[in-house]
């Protein structure tokens, strides 16, 4: 995979860049962190400058995020109730829980978009709680941009740095991903041993 991603990048530069991640945060065929590293790698080599790959991979990003920020905001949190009012035990939530996340959200909700965007596997998915909230769009395209540019500088800087040695970040940051998804696997799991609805 990357050595496919090595060459469309070299061949196709900024706008390949830009359409893998794009595509990458619709639907994740390739993880960030091999588009990033290896528009990194082809800083180093001279074939683009590092500021515009962290650049144009942000902002193909931010585009994704923004089509599912959108389509989750159009379906609205209303239209869940009888999903979670059916299933709520393997969604391990009820309404009044639902409730109580909007309040949070919407006292917390922008560090929590930024921080998201940092982080492994979930950074995809924090546009949709921040569409189902109905956070205001100019504030939560602001803290995600920071949160993209930042995940997307730490990966490019990263594969700038190490050059031909990618594979080992790639490696550490694909460990912390599976870590993280068993982590989530297994709050889920005790989510739904221990669920019970409230009131």
């Not at 991603?5 to 830009?18: P, R, S």
């Not at 082809?42 to 991979?57: E, F, P, R, Y």
């Not at 959200?105 to 940092?118: E, P, Q, T």
Request: net charge positive; charged share 15%; with cysteine.
């Amino acid at each position: 995979m990357t050595d496919w991603v090595q060459a469309m990048i070299a061949d196709g530069g900024y706008l390949c860049v830009f359409l893998l991640m794009f595509g990458e945060t619709v639907f994740p065929p390739i993880p960030s962190e091999v588009i990033m590293s290896m528009a990194g790698l082809q800083a180093a080599k001279g074939t683009m400058s590092l500021m515009g790959a962290i650049l144009v991979g942000s902002a193909g990003a931010m585009l994704g995020n923004i089509v599912w920020y959108l389509a989750a905001r159009r379906l609205g949190l209303a239209r869940l109730r009888p999903l979670i009012e059916r299933h709520g035990r393997w969604l391990t939530m009820d309404w009044a829980e639902v409730d109580r996340g909007e309040r949070w959200f919407m006292r917390h909700g922008y560090l929590f978009v930024c921080i998201g965007r940092m982080l492994p596997t979930l950074r995809s998915l924090i546009s949709i709680p921040a569409g189902l909230m109905r956070m205001r769009f100019l504030p939560f395209c602001l803290w995600s941009s920071i949160g993209t540019l930042g995940w997307s500088a730490m990966l490019a800087i990263g594969g700038w740095i190490l050059g031909t040695r990618f594979g080992a970040m790639e490696a550490w940051l694909g460990l912390a991903s599976t870590l993280l998804l068993m982590a989530m696997g297994g709050w889920y799991l005790w989510r739904v041993l221990t669920w019970k609805p409230h009131g």
